[in-house]
């Protein structure tokens, strides 16, 4: 069997043979590189969703968190497709749900979070608040503070507590807060920690 670059004007041929067990080929022989001026006019037809989309989940498993644009990079570098943009990205969406699980469907288990937080800390500090409209709940703010994190403070820290935030920017925006004091090594030690809309006077009390 051999196969060619869909631009008649390009080098690029592999050419490979069926072994004798009747499902493997072997390649013989490959001549490249592509000599086309544009590997990609023909539009990708021969790369399916599933194709991109392993390939995509591949690197995200073993690299973490890679932007559409390096992901995109990558494509067009070591498989010599120019995908769009969108495309890309909607793949890698795809693949992170799978990955981490679904952004959206999270917040449905924030009450069983919650419970399993008070269950496996007993005497910590754990508030929820929700936005209801109508029949809907919407996540609004959370506050978490352990009780072995109080009790490490009150035992061990100097009487000095900081405050800080840092902004989500992702796709779910809010403000990650922070309350951290110092242990007796001038290490920061966590006293509490909560997610809210933004950082202000009500938000912060």
């Not at 100097?158 to 403000?175: Q, S």
Request: aromatic residues 10%.
């Amino acid at each position: 069997m051999t196969v060619s670059c869909k631009n008649e004007a390009c080098n690029w041929r592999l050419h490979a043979s069926l072994l004798c067990d009747g499902h493997i080929f072997q390649v013989k022989k490959l001549k490249e590189p592509h000599t086309c001026s544009s590997i990609n006019k023909c539009g990708n037809k021969v790369a399916p969703q599933f194709w991109i989309y392993d390939r995509i989940i591949g690197w995200l498993r073993k690299e973490g968190d890679l932007s559409p644009i390096e992901l995109r990079r990558r494509l067009l570098q070591f498989h010599h497709l120019k995908l769009p943009y969108h495309r890309v990205w909607r793949e890698k969406e795809l693949a992170m749900s799978m990955i981490h699980g679904n952004w959206a469907d999270s917040f449905e288990s924030m009450e069983d979070f919650k419970e399993e937080l008070l269950k496996r800390n007993p005497d910590s500090v754990v508030k929820l608040k929700l936005d209801v409209t109508g029949d809907k709940h919407y996540f609004h703010r959370f506050f978490i503070c352990l009780h072995a994190c109080s009790m490490g403070f009150l035992a061990g820290c100097r009487p000095f507590i900081g405050l800080d935030g840092c902004h989500l920017k992702k796709k779910y925006r809010g403000v990650i807060m922070a309350a951290t004091s110092l242990d007796g090594n001038n290490g920061l030690f966590p006293v509490a920690f909560g997610v809210a809309e933004s950082e202000n006077s009500d938000s912060w009390t």
